[in-house]
Structure formats: structure tokens, C-alpha cells
């Protein structure tokens, strides 16, 4: 059974940081892109970053660029989303996902191959 499990999300002041999990199971990990979206209060889920199966490609939402970061540790079969200079409209629901395409992931599919549970992040003013 697989199994997307993220963590590290919470409360955080603007300006600040937090560091975003997600441990999978029960999939050949380093087989998979792997993502992250976000959906917040009466919006759709969004596309926020992909990366690759080796770690060597990324790409990001114009809206989280240069403040995001997406990377992986095969070897942990974890993938994270470092968030700095965070913004109110920044809260949301994250979940990571899994898919074999990453161009999948990255034109924002509603059905990839597996979905994570969720974690909030909420960003005061």
C-alpha cells in the first residue's frame, strides 16, 4: 500500500520559514517525480513545485519562485519543500504527490499517480 505521509507544516509569522516533508511508502521511490500543491480556502489546488527522479530538474510556480525549494533524498525516500519569506497568501493545505511524468506534475494534473494526506500552513500578519 502506498503511502504519502507529509509533516512540518503549522503557524508562522510573515517573513518567516518552515521546512515541508513528505515520507513515501510502499512505491519505488526514486522511480517517481515528485510535487507539490497547495489548496487554499475556497481556491483550487495549485501547482507550487516538481522535481525529478534523480533531484536534477526542478521547476516552480511564478508565485513561489526564488522563495521555494523543492529537493530529495532517495535514500530516504522523502522529499521537502524549504518555504522562506513567507506570505499570508501562502497559507494553505500542502500535499505532495507522485506521478512517472513530470510534465504531469508540472501542467498541475488533478489525478496524479498518488497524493499525500495534507499538512496546513498558516502565514499571520
Known amino acids: 500500500q502506498v503511502q504519502l505521509v507529509e509533516s512540518g507544516g503549522g503557524l508562522v509569522q510573515v517573513g518567516g520559514s518552515l521546512r515541508l516533508s513528505c515520507a513515501a511508502s510502499?512505491?519505488?521511490?526514486?522511480?517517481?517525480?515528485m510535487a507539490w500543491f497547495r489548496q487554499a480556502p475556497g481556491k483550487e489546488r495549485e501547482f507550487v513545485a516538481v522535481?525529478?527522479?534523480?533531484?536534477?530538474?526542478?521547476y516552480y510556480a511564478d508565485s513561489v519562485k526564488g522563495r521555494f525549494t523543492i529537493s530529495r533524498i532517495n535514500a530516504k525516500d522523502t522529499v521537502y519543500l524549504q518555504m522562506n519569506s513567507l506570505k499570508p497568501e501562502d497559507t494553505a493545505v500542502y500535499y505532495c504527490?507522485?506521478?512517472?511524468?513530470?510534465?504531469?506534475?508540472?501542467?498541475?494534473?488533478?489525478?496524479?499517480?498518488?497524493w499525500g494526506q495534507g499538512t496546513q500552513v498558516t502565514v499571520s500578519s
Open positions: 504527490a507522485a506521478d512517472n511524468n513530470l510534465n504531469q506534475l508540472r501542467l498541475g494534473t488533478t489525478h496524479p499517480d498518488y
Open positions: 510502499g512505491l519505488t521511490f526514486s522511480a517517481y517525480s
Open positions: 522535481i525529478n527522479w534523480s533531484g536534477g530538474l526542478t
